[in-house]
């Protein structure tokens, strides 16, 4: 986390002295070249997967949700359905507001620098708010390795769902600078919320993993420069 701090507050500091010197050598911004952020890296997708439209009425009040909510850190071994997967990544990332883009969880500016991935037993998957749909990445069930980077957890190795969240901070440093850092920090906690809240209203039980080796996570998930994982959350029916 460190590491993920010092990123955001270098790149600024930089700026900042650069505008110095821009300034008592009567320049513009537009005279050099301004630091910009890492292009995204290609990556294949083995196929998309369009995901049931989300329900937005459920069976229990959210007073019942926020009593009933647990860590729960023991799984049966039994896969989540599609339309339990698509209700929670609605619940983490979805588009609530089609005209404005606005989504579930509040953003800062409304830039969402959250990217959402999902390791399954039958691969690597990456959640498209945009048209509530899945990459598939990679067919590989990931869940161990993944356990090994959080710390040798068994509940993230025997989770049927594991949800990564990860940020590109330099969508919210382009308008907030330093700041930044704290506002993807509140961001990442709004929607790990909601999608413990979700899990409850499935009848799901799930639990929240900060113990996470940040390069471990990203060299498994195989994740961009300007990716920082921040957040796991294992998910899966109660034992």
Known sequence: MTRFISRVAQPSRRIRWMA??????GLSASDIALPQ???QQKRRVLNEIALPSPQTKGKMSLE???????SIRRFVPQTLSIA??????????????????LRTAPSAGALYPLEIYLVAPDGLYHYLPQGHRLERLGAEDLRRALAVAAADQ?????????VVI???LERTAKKYGDRAERYVQFEVGHVAENVLLQAAALGLGGVPIGAIHEDQVKRVLGLSDSEEPLYLLSLGRPR
Request: with cysteine.
């Open 20 to 25: 110095l010197v821009l300034l008592a050598c």
């Open 37 to 39: 952020s890492p292009p």
């Open 64 to 70: 019942e949700l926020l009593a009933r909510r647990r």
């Open 154 to 162: 068994d509940c993230v190795g025997e989770a049927a769902l594991d």
């Open 166 to 168: 990860a940020a590109v």
């Open 84 to 101: 339990e997967i698509g209700q929670l990544m609605w619940a983490a990332q979805g588009i609530t507001d089609a005209v404005r883009g």
